[in-house]
């Protein structure tokens, strides 16, 4: 059982938001507590799989440039067993199974639109695949990865070796508060480089720190993809109020009818219920809400999100 957090880890989780690579010593100061204890908290979240500070990518890193869902029903293996299957198919960054129909939520990324058939064709291969429903993304409003099972992560493979932001991201994709020393030392890249290098990163907008908490240690027990149509008139504007809802992780425009994609968690499946009744749709231009909760995260690459560079490096000249 996944412990709550208590008022001294709150306190810590908050200002680590703020900034995910203050030291101990800075912590200690701003909640007027013993650095030692600071120490002991963070490594004690994180022992519990509770809360970690990790180094994410951007979804669009690595030459990937689009984002596409599937929504997959199975018959003749278990929904399990082909979530599995699905989830080794290259691109393929999230898998979960759905209450109801359909059985799985697919979420992936593609460096074409061509390379995303070629992703929706290797599924619709697996065994125990019934029907498939490809949604291509157009833009992605909100992905915001902070909430995951920190006892199953999912660590990314090393996307080519010899390049040093790769190997860079590797190390602190799973501690993001390891000092730069300490990476130093296990990469064999002076401290300097290092340094310079990250910084490199987060101002280019391809990598950031963010803290990742089980979302049951925030008494957050329920998620949900939800299908939301609009009017075309009011899809903008209905667009920005559903991505300023906090309870709204991921907000996309898609292809279809139902022209927007939703990820909502919520405390439980009441308050899921006066989102999408009482938040929803009583926005104007929204014409019908579908919801489907998520029951098992059979993949969560919990690494990926999409964030803007906090500011423009200037060309080289």
Known sequence: MIAKLDGTDSSIVQVLRTNPRITNKDIAGRLDIAESTVAQRIRGMAERNVMRVIAQKHVFSDGYSHVVFLFVDTAGRTVQRVGADISKVDGVFGVSQCIGTPDLFVSARARSMEDAHRVAGQIAAIGGVATLEVVPCFRIHKFVSNLGDLANPGRPSLVNPESRNDRIFHALCQDGRQSNREVSRQLDISE?????????????????????????????????????????????????????????????????????????????????????????????????????????????????SHFEAPERIPRRK
């Open 192 to 304: 300097g480089a290092i340094r310079q290098r990250l910084k490199a990163l987060q101002q280019s907008g391809e990598m950031q720190f963010q803290v990742v908490c089980n979302p049951l240690a925030l008494d957050l027990g329920t998620a949900a993809v939800l299908r939301i149509s609009t009017t075309a008139k009011e899809a903008g504007k209905v667009l920005a109020r559903i991505t300023d809802l906090e309870a709204a992780a991921f907000v996309a425009e898609a292809a279809g009818v139902s022209n927007v994609i939703a990820l909502f968690i919520t405390p439980d499946n009441q308050s899921l219920g006066d989102v999408t009744d009482n938040q929803l749709m009583s926005m104007r231009g929204v014409r019908k809400v579908d919801a489907q909760i998520l029951v098992t995260n059979i993949k969560h690459e919990y690494y990926l």
